[in-house]
């Protein structure tokens, strides 16, 4: 096997480290018809239970309209675990320890303003169009009201540069984002990205900051382009996952608000603005203004659910030693009268680990099963931030030392613009992060049986998209756990009703599927776990 790039010979040589290879491992040559294999080889056997006309069937049932979505917190959500949980009690699947039929219960908070308002020298100012404030950012206050606001530049503190040279106890501060820049943009302080937004707010917090007034130039754009997602209830881990909000209250306002609330005293604020700008020096101003804000918070309490089933392992001393195999099941529901019925994402995903899930099941029937223990894991609130999966990181099953590793499958079912001519691939993302074994292990397999192309375009550590960091995999990989992420790229369909289960390819799917199945199947049988030998 050859790569099309210079990489291959670069690793040989050992000129290059195998961390974040990218680039394309192109297949060689032809291998034998897989079916056939089946005959002869009893791993092919149990791998070619992965087909095309299964995952259709489950995948039309997932991504149906009854479903509904699968938003988090509806009905269609709850209908697609019992669909799941039915499905892994027909194979029969294991339950977890401690849970009754496959669930892993995870509550969620609903967060959204009660009741925002921001009231300047008797002018009444509107969300999201003068001003914004995110619920989540924010501690329920319902009135806050102050006769002046103090103009704190860019509120840092660092060495050589201090914004907090006076008090700020209970009061309300003005700061700039970024931070202080001279007249040809240079940076008076370096990286500005290392004062973030949150940063800034929690040292306000820390100050004794009652609140903060961001001043923001590209506020209305943010807001419009975001301003579906704004509207919607956020939603956030509860109970045992919940997080302490650990910064000062925030409203962001624009410039053109800021001139209209300031009035006569905006040219004092530009004056101290400017001489921030010629010197790099920090300077404060008071600023009279009547000000009453109200960030009223109202929260609602969600349930939802993990779905866990397994194929204990054979082995009875690498049987405590489990590899996790995982998709999320859920989607962004209904916009409108609109049906986002997530075909790809991630019905492809979830209808792929139920097919691994009775193959590995299948082989356990005829006493053949896997040394280690296979947990396949259908989480729930990926959409919302990946929570379902860092619940579980979090709140473990099995001990995060015990867990070999994690394969996590995610949009599988569609063919990107890059592909048309050649649907037989797939994007691997993460393999040789944290173990060079599992990436090397992977290409092997493929090589064996499925020889896909296999393109690590987006393991680029370079990558823009950064889809390292956006699927359930890293909250593994954040543990130390070696992951990989399989993935068929983005298309126009991506979140969006036309995101169908006529537009799936199920050929790619089923030969995907398989070989995810010979990954895990090596993975859950080899007598050696591999090895862990980089850094996330």
Known sequence: MKYTFLLACLLSSGLLS?????????????????????????????????????????????????????????????????????QFARMGLSKAAGLEDYYQPVQFDYTSWN???????GVDYKH???????????ESRERLQVDEILFLGYGISTEGYNDYRKDVEDKVILIYRGTPRDSDGKEYLGDASAWTIEKKLQLAKEEGAKAVLIIDDQLQQRTSDNRRALMRPQMTLGGNGAKEVTTANAMYISTNILEDMLGKKYKKFIKVRDKITAKGKPKSVKLPVDMIMTQSIARSEVVGNNIIGLVEGSDPKLKEEVIIVSAHYDHIGRRGD?????ADDNGSGTSTVLELAEAFAQAKRVGDGPKRTVIFMLVTGEEKGLLGSFYYSENPIYAVANTVANINIDMVGRVDSRYEDNPHYVYV?????????LHTINEQKNAEYVNLTLDYKYNDEKDPNRFYFRSDH???????????????????????????????????????????????????????????????
Not at 338 to 342: A, H, Q, T
């Open 429 to 437: 993302i993460g393999s040789d992060r944290l173990s060079t074994q």
């Open 338 to 342: 609109d049906i986002n019925n997530g």
């Open 18 to 86: 195998a961390q974040y290879v990218s680039g394309v491992m192109q297949p060689v040559g032809q291998m034998a018809k897989y079916d056939s294999l089946r005959f002869t080889d009893k791993e092919a056997s149990y791998g070619a239970t992965v087909t095309r006309a299964d995952l259709e069937k489950h995948l039309t049932i997932i991504a149906s309209d009854k479903m509904g979505g699968r938003e988090l917190g509806t009905k269609g959500n709850e209908m697609a675990g019992e669909y799941i949980a039915s």
């Open 474 to 536: 890293y909250n593994f990989a954040r543990l130390g756990i070696p992951s990989i992420f399989f993935f068929n790229g983005t298309h126009p369909d991506y979140h969006r009703p036309s995101d169908t289960v006529e537009k799936i390819n199920f050929e790619k799917m089923e030969a995907i599927g398989r070989h995810i199945f010979h990954l895990a199947w090596e993975l859950g049988t080899r007598d050696a776990r591999i090895v862990v030998d980089g850094k996330s």
């Open 115 to 121: 009741d925002i308002s921001l009231s300047v020298n």
């Open 128 to 138: 999201m169009k003068d001003f914004l404030s995110l619920p989540l950012e924010n």
